[in-house]
Nanobody, 114 residues
């Protein structure tokens, strides 16, 4: 059974930082493309970042230079380091694993507010 479990969300002030984690089980983690998506209230779900098995990364324009995606294949875990957070980053953040199909985590809430 495949599981993706996100953690690290919470409430942070504008300009602050958070680091999300996604612990994967039930897949051969090292060969899967890992990603983060987000969905803000009343908006469509959007891609935030992806990282390939080789470590190549891709980011949405809105987060370039502020967010960093990474992975630790030994720990079967993907990360999203979020710096210089803005109120518009407020959303539920979802971890994904893509290979022959795409799996989704349950999501973790990130709220950026003073």
């Amino acid at each position: 059974q495949v599981q993706l479990v996100e953690s690290g969300g919470g409430l942070v002030q504008p300009g602050g930082s958070l680091k999300l984690s996604c612990a994967a089980s039930g897949i051969r983690f090292s060969i899967w493309v890992m990603g983060w998506y987000r969905q803000a209230p009343g908006k469509q779900r959007e891609l935030v970042a992806t990282i390939s098995p080789s470590g190549s990364t891709n980011y949405a324009d809105s987060v370039k230079g502020r967010f960093t995606i990474s992975r630790d294949n030994a720990k079967n875990t993907a990360y999203l380091q979020m710096n210089s957070l803005k109120p518009e980053d407020t959303a539920v953040y979802y971890c994904t694993a893509r290979f022959t199909t795409t799996y989704w985590g349950q999501g973790t809430q990130v709220t950026v507010s003073s």
